[in-house]
Nanobody, 122 residues
Framework: VQLQASGGGLVQAGGSLRLSCAASGRTFSTYAMGWFRQAPGKEREFVSAITWRGIAYYADSVKGRFTISRDNVKNTVFLQMNSLKPEDTAFYYC?????????????????WGQGTQVTVSS
C-alpha cells in the first residue's frame, strides 16, 4: 500500500496550491482519507478529512479556504488550498483510515504518504 502526495511548492501569501494524494495497492473508495500537516518544531495536526461518501471536515484554521475532494475511480484525494497564509507553511501528509469514519486523531490513520512541502512567503 502506497500513498503518493504531490503538488506542494512555494507560493506567496494569498496564493493557491492544489495537493494530490494517489493511493495504490488497494482500493480506498470505502475509506476515510485525511490531510495533516507538520510545521518545524510542532506536532502533526489535522487539516481536513473526507469520508467515503464525500462528507468533508476541516480544522477551524483552514475552514473557508481549503477544500478537500476525492476521486474514487482514481483512488486520489485532493486538497485545494486558497488564500494561503504564511502560517500554512508545513509538510502536508495524506493518510487513510481503514476502519471507522474520519477522525482528527492522527493515531487512528493506518497508512501515510511521504509528505509534500508547502511554503507560503509573506
Amino acid at each position: 500500500v502506497q500513498l503518493q502526495a504531490s503538488g506542494g511548492g512555494l507560493v506567496q501569501a494569498g496564493g493557491s496550491l492544489r495537493l494530490s494524494c494517489a493511493a495504490s495497492g488497494r482500493t480506498f473508495s470505502t475509506y476515510a482519507m485525511g490531510w495533516f500537516r507538520q510545521a518545524p518544531g510542532k506536532e502533526r495536526e489535522f487539516v481536513s478529512a473526507i469520508t467515503w461518501r464525500g462528507i468533508a471536515y476541516y480544522a477551524d484554521s483552514v475552514k473557508g479556504r481549503f477544500t478537500i475532494s476525492r476521486d474514487n475511480v482514481k483512488n486520489t484525494v485532493f486538497l485545494q488550498m486558497n488564500s494561503l497564509k504564511p502560517e500554512d507553511t508545513a509538510f502536508y501528509y495524506c493518510a487513510v483510515r481503514t476502519s471507522g469514519t474520519y477522525s482528527t486523531d492522527r493515531a487512528l490513520y493506518d497508512y501515510w504518504g511521504q509528505g509534500t512541502q508547502v511554503t507560503v512567503s509573506s
